[in-house]
Structure formats: C-alpha cells, structure tokens
C-alpha cells in the first residue's frame, strides 16, 4: 500500500503562552498514536513525527501514513462452550444474541472455534475486520486528542453563525478555534472538530502575512509557506532557539560582556507569546539601580516578560531586551513603548524599596502576632516562638551560647519582611528582602545572610545557606513545618503536597548530609516537637514516628539518584542512621564489602541468623566459653574474639569500609558452624549459648549496615 505525508493544523485564538509547548506536545503525539492505534502508521514512523505549536496554532507532520489500513484478523471470545451450547450442541439464545452484537447470525455458528481458555472451554467468533480509512481513523484520532489535551482551563464560546456543522452551534475548548487542515500529501482528509471542515488554508502573521489566507499545496511544505508567505516560525523548537540566538547577539551588540538573564520557564513563555520574534534592545534611567536588582529583574521578567541584562559579574545593568512580534522599519516606537511601560514598574518597586526601609524589621515582629499561619496551628508570630526556640536548641548542639544567640536573633528577625510592601508585591522575594532590610538596619552580615537564606534550598539543585547561623535557622524552619503539619495530620496525598513538605524533608537532608552536621535525628524531631507546647497535645509519638519514615523515604529515593543499588541503599538505611551525614560512608563502606569474594556468603549467613533469632525468645548477647562443645563453634568464638574487637575500633574511628572488611575473616567459621553445628539443641543452657553467640555476631555484623539485604 502507497503512504502519503500528513499534516494536522488546529488555528486558534492565542493559546496561553505557559501550557502552550505542552499542548503541542500532546496534540502532536495524540494525532500519531491514534493513527498508529488504527494501524494507519508504523510506531517507527509514528516517532519521527514533527510538532508545531505557535500561539496561534497546534500543528503535527506525521511521515508514511496509510490512506487505509490493511485488514486484520480478528479472534473475539464469546463465552464458555457450556453456556453457548446446550446438550445437543445447539447455539443457545445468549450466544445468538452476542453474535447479532457482532454483526452475523445463526449461520456463524458451525464456523465458531472451540479451545481451552484458562480450566474451560470457550467459543471464539474468527472474523477479518475491515482497515480503516485515513478519514475514519484521522476523526477517531483528531477527536480523542482534543478531548485529552492538557488544557489549563476550559472556554465555552458559540460559533460563527451559518459555519457550524450539524449539531455544533457552542463549542468548549481553551480558546476559541477558527480553522482546520488535514492533508495527506496534497490530498484534503474530511474530518472535522470543534464545529470546522479540515482544508488546506490557514491564516500567518496578523500584521506581516504577505497573502491571507496561506494556501498550503501539501503536507510537507507546511513549515516552509508559513515561514515565507505567513511570516510565522511554525516550529516552537526552532522558534526558541531563534530567540535564544537573537537575545545573545543583541547582548554581544551592547558589549561590556553583558549577556541575557539566564531563565528557561521565561524562555518558554516568550516562545509561546510570539510567531515571528525580534529582538530589540531598550533601557531605563539608571537611578533605578539604586533598587536591589532581584526586585527590578523580577518586575520585569514576571511582569512584562523582559530579559534583563546583566554584566559579567552578575551584577544588573540598566538595559534589557524585549521580543517582539513585529519587525518594523523604524523599531523606536516599539522601543520607546516598551521603555515607558517598564519605568512605572520600576518605580512602583523603588517606592516599595524607600517605604519599607523606614522601619526596622525589629519594629515589625509585634505585627506578626496577627498573621495567621494556620487555624491550627496560631499566627506567624507563634511560629516565629517556635522556629527560636529549634533553632536555639541546634544552636547550642552545634556552636554553644554564641551561636544559638545570632541563630535566635535571625530567627526573630526571619519572617518580618513578609509584612513589607515589597513582599506584598512580589511574594518569590520573600527572606531576600529581609537580607537587604536587615543589612539597612544595621545588623551584622552573618545574621543578615542567616535571614536571607533560611529559605534555602528552595528547590532541587539550590544553594545550601552560606553560613552556620543560616544553616540553623533554615533546619529550625523546616522542621517546625514538618513537625507541625505531620502533628495536624496536613500530609501530602499523591501528586499534592500544598505545604511542600517533601521539599522541606529533602532540604533537611542536604543540610544534615552535606554540611555533615553532628546532629541526630532521634532529636531534633522531638526537641521540635517540643517547641508546640500544647498545640500538639492531642498527638501522639506517632507524628513522628511518620515523619522519620517520610524523612528516610525521601533519602531512600536521592540515594538512587545518586546510582546507589536498591540493595545497597536498603541494607544501610534499615539500621536508620541517626547522623546523615554518615550514610555516604556507610553506601561507600557497603559496595566495597560487596565486592570482596566472602560478601554473599556472609550476607546469606548473617540473613540466616536473623531468620533463627527472630524465632527464638529475646535472647542476651552473652557467650560461656564452658558452654561451647563443637569444634565448630569453639572455632567460631575464637576467629570472633580475634576479629570483633578490631572491627568495632574501627567503626568507633568512623572507618566504616575497614570495619567491615574485618569481618571477612569470618567466613570461613561460620559456615563451618552452620554445617556441624546444631544451634536449637535440646539441652536449654547449649541452645540459649549458642544463640547468644549468634546474637553476638549479628549485632557486630551490623553496625555498619544490615548485610542480610545483600543475600541474593
């Protein structure tokens, strides 16, 4: 059978720019795996596809589609033999009826196949099912892509009057669609959506088409007439990377060394505000600099979608570039409009700035008492009571009097700038405002950078806080979320995590692990349970007990990341190590245990000690040498007393990996034990020995790791 190109052309009022590349992700792949589902297109070529997505459009080129499918062979099971036939092998009226569903009739039954499914015997109805059409498949696919598209919220809107097909008079979808192609190389495909006939017309630019409608002579010239005749870049992939160019050759223009503001999630929605992008380079007075720069960029990036330009350092200039949706001759309308949108943005941000600092952040804590944190929780003022005294208790932990007092004068200080107009205005700058305020009022750099940080690290791959006070602070904040919302029941469910509780866990984790901090967890879970007084008085130890679980569950997961085995990570984590910051060294210590040639036998008996002391009475890890008979376990004792005590001083000396390998002397011994010796012997003294002598071993055995999660 012959292919044939195919091009899909949904023309839409402008999409949201933010969810614009993922619809046209998702339409482009549902159209191909609808066809494939229809056997219209191969999966290889399925994957080849090509995906246009402007704001004005979703688009897919789908390579070597069918103009009908081959027919199929087509095995349906009908029921058991028992029901479909009676005793003389007649066709019952259940199975009549099911092949009257089918489309056949009484005449079909001498040809039904018999064959055993599962204990029974069934009826099978063998038929060959007609191909389908690239119309009838192209609806099935168009149709079901629509309805499944990921769109952020639904429009309802009426068609235009006397273009609505039969039966479309409203339409509901993300924005209001205006026309449909669908060719298979030259070849109109009749299908239809959203109340419109497919053609081979669209429509370009709104202001720089050079004809209107663009008349698309066949599939594959799509991107090519749109780009030349339409005045649009089709492809958002190649729309990006156009910005992307443009934006660094306007930087390198202006000199200086100055380079874009670096921000994919702005790149995207620039993409998806624009069909045929140029850059143009604009500027505002330079008193505005005066202003913390994060306040100005992020004005101008949130607000107008502008890319800021910065120097070398990193430090703002006072210029930034714009994209454009239009190229004019003259571009200095266009640069003069930009520049007096942007100047009130600005200096409603230096007037925030100018108001803010005329108060102390001291000033402001008395105002926190009448924020609500949370119903159940009290008000942001009662909270900060709460991170001071976490804070106060780590401080002393880690760096006595000194420390926990800078720590608790950041804490105080920590959440006063969300009372601030900045803030008010712009919530992301929330602690780094603090830092600045902090800094006006006079307090010292330490404690400034302490307010700015406890935030961090915001997300995955941030900045851990760059000082110890900042490190205190940011783990008491944490932890007063983490404990308060496990104390009230606020979990997260599936995908939904409102408070961010799985990111707080994780920066906790970082901070304990990475900074290698002398602090346990089996703490500072309860000294910050403690901080609630009776807010949690109803609760119990069993918060807890499920945030430490949450808390290793998420280390379980970054240690996989990392390329840690499942092994490996279970064996290490099942002792739930109370210092974090240990647990590298213990994964370190574990693969290279792994490796040596007595590893898997000693693993395997160390899983057979645990499976026999697990059956037995508690038993006392307590050895008389009178009480050993066998040679084997005579032999054992010794080859312990030999080697425990060298692996237990290494392990106090933090060298896992040594401690370890110590233990492999004992492999031998062992499995001479297991073979010669009877470990549950009838005699009551022998058998409690021998199993102390076994809970001895086990203990020494795993203190670095549990070694029965290595045995195959």
């Not at 649009?232 to 443009?246: G, L, N, P, T, Y």
Request: glycine share 8%; aromatic share 6%; hydrophobic share 45%.
């Amino acid at each position: 059978m012959s292919t044939q190109n195919l091009l899909v052309e949904l023309f839409v009022e402008e999409l949201p720019p933010k969810a614009l590349k993922k619809l046209g992700e998702a339409f482009a792949a549902g159209i191909a795996n609808g066809l494939e589902k229809q056997q219209l297109v191969q999966r290889a070529d399925a994957d080849k596809l090509q995906a246009f997505a402007s704001p004005r459009r979703l688009a897919v080129w789908v390579p070597d589609v069918l103009s009908t499918a081959a027919d199929r062979a087509s095995a349906q099971k009908l029921m058991p033999a028992s029901v479909g036939l009676d005793a003389s092998g007649n066709a019952t009226p259940a199975l009549l009826k099911k092949l009257q569903s089918l489309g056949a009739d009484a005449s079909a039954v001498a040809g039904l196949r018999r064959a055993v499914d599962g204990k029974a015997e069934a009826l099978f109805y063998d038929s060959m099912v007609k191909g389908a059409t690239l119309a009838e498949g192209l609806q099935a696919a168009l149709t079901e892509t629509i309805a499944k598209l990921p769109i952020p919220k639904v429009m309802s809107y009426q068609l235009e009057s006397g273009c609505e097909l039969p039966g479309w008079s409203s339409v509901s979808f993300v924005r209001p669609a205006h026309g449909l192609v669908a060719l298979h190389g030259s070849d109109v495909v009749p299908v239809e959506a959203l109340g419109l006939k497919a053609g081979n017309r669209t429509q370009g630019h709104r202001f720089e088409a050079k004809v209107s409608p663009v008349l698309l002579a066949n599939a594959d010239s799509y991107a090519a007439t749109l780009e030349v005749d339409g005045a649009v870049i089709a492809s958002f992939a190649k729309r990006r990377a156009d910005i992307e160019h443009q934006l660094a050759h306007a930087a390198a223009k202006v000199g200086g060394g100055c380079k874009p503001i670096e921000d994919d999630a702005l790149l995207d929605e620039v993409t998806g505000l624009v069909e045929r992008p140029h850059v143009l380079v604009c500027e505002f007075e330079p008193q505005f600099l005066d202003v913390p720069q994060e306040c100005l960029i992020l004005t101008m990036k949130a607000n107008q979608k502008y890319f800021p330009l910065l120097h070398a350092s990193g430090k703002l200039t006072n210029q930034f570039l714009v994209v454009s949706n239009i190229n004019p001759d003259d571009a200095s309308q266009v640069i003069g409009g930009n520049e007096r949108v942007v100047r009130p943005r600005l200096a409603d941000a230096k007037f925030f700035f100018d108001q803010d600092r005329k108060k102390t952040l001291a000033s402001r804590v008395a105002a926190l008492d009448k924020v609500v944190y949370h119903n159940k929780l009290g008000t942001q003022g009662e909270r900060t009571a709460r991170v001071r005294a976490i804070a106060n208790a780590i401080g002393q932990q880690l760096g006595g009097a000194a420390l926990a007092a800078q720590a608790d004068q950041a804490a105080l200080l920590a959440k006063t700038d969300l009372l601030t107009d900045m803030v008010g205005e712009f919530p992301e700058l929330q602690g780094i405002m603090g830092g600045y305020y902090a800094r006006h009022d006079g307090l010292s750099d330490d404690v400034a950078c302490a307010i700015e940080d406890h935030y961090k690290p915001r997300f995955a791959g941030d900045e851990l806080p760059r000082n110890r006070i900042g490190v205190v602070v940011a783990l008491a904040d944490k932890l007063e979320t983490l404990v308060g919302m496990f104390g009230i029941g606020n979990l997260p469910t599936g995908d939904k995590d409102p408070y961010a509780l799985r990111r707080h866990a994780l920066g906790v984790i970082r901070m304990l692990s990475e900074a290698d901090l002398a602090l346990d967890l089996g703490t500072l879970l309860p000294d910050a349970y403690a901080a609630f007084g009776d807010k949690l008085s109803g609760a119990s130890a069993a918060p807890l007990e499920a945030l430490l679980q949450f808390i290793y569950d998420r280390l379980a997961g970054v240690l996989r990341e990392q390329g840690y085995s499942a092994q490996e990570v279970d064996a290490v984590l099942a002792l739930r190590p109370q210092r974090l910051g240990d647990v590298s060294k213990r994964l370190a210590a574990v693969r290279a245990f792994a490796a040596l040639p007595e590893a898997p036998a000693l693993a395997a008996a160390n899983k057979r000690i645990a499976n026999i002391l697990k059956k037995a009475p508690p038993v006392d890890a307590h050895v008389s040498e009178v009480l050993l008979q066998e040679a084997a376990e005579i032999a054992l004792y010794a080859a312990m007393k030999s080697a425990l005590p060298q692996a237990d001083a290494r392990f106090e000396a933090g060298d896992y990996a040594a401690s370890l390998q110590s233990l492999a002397a004992l492999r031998a011994p062992v499995d001479a034990f297991f073979d010669g010796v009877m470990v549950n012997a009838e005699q009551l003294d022998l058998r409690l020995n021998r199993q102390g002598l076994l809970q001895t071993l086990h203990n020494a055995m795993n203190r670095v790791a549990d070694l029965s999660k290595l045995a195959v």
